[in-house]
């Protein structure tokens, strides 16, 4: 019994250490900024209300957002948002993610800044 127990423990232990961050820090001339795993570049939009996207239809084509899986869980300060057409996406600091669609390779960083209410997401 106390070997299953044992099994268990170093399981769970295992699992929780193999959660990992949807996003990772990527260093974009002397400043770290958040982006996908390929290092695509992600953003946060001033329009957006704490856990709410409101980049929708037209506004998500040129912003895409930065899905995530309908089982992601949220973990420290990462979250999950719905959004209006019921699929999921990825928040950080309450703030819903999204990519730019003009920005194609790794490293492209178009999307700072644009209209004034896109920024890049920067990590402390």
Excluded at 77 to 105: C, H, I, N, T
Excluded at 111 to 116: H, L, R, T, V, Y
Aim: aromatic residues 10%; negative net charge; contains cysteine.
């Amino acid at each position: 019994m106390k070997t299953i127990i044992g099994l268990a423990a170093l399981f769970i232990g295992t699992a929780s250490a193999m959660a990992a961050e949807p996003a990772m820090t990527t260093d974009h001339g002397g400043m770290k900024v958040y982006t996908d795993m390929k290092g695509m570049t992600l953003y946060t939009f001033d329009k957006d209300a704490a856990g709410k996207s409101n980049c929708n239809a037209e506004c998500a084509m040129k912003w895409p957002p930065f899905k995530a899986e309908a089982d992601a869980k949220a973990e420290g300060e990462w979250s999950v948002v719905k959004r209006e057409d019921g699929s999921m996406m990825w928040a950080y600091d309450g703030k819903p993610l999204y990519y730019f669609a003009q920005d194609k390779a790794a490293g492209d960083m178009k999307g700072d800044g644009m209209g004034g209410a896109w920024h890049l997401v920067k990590a402390d």
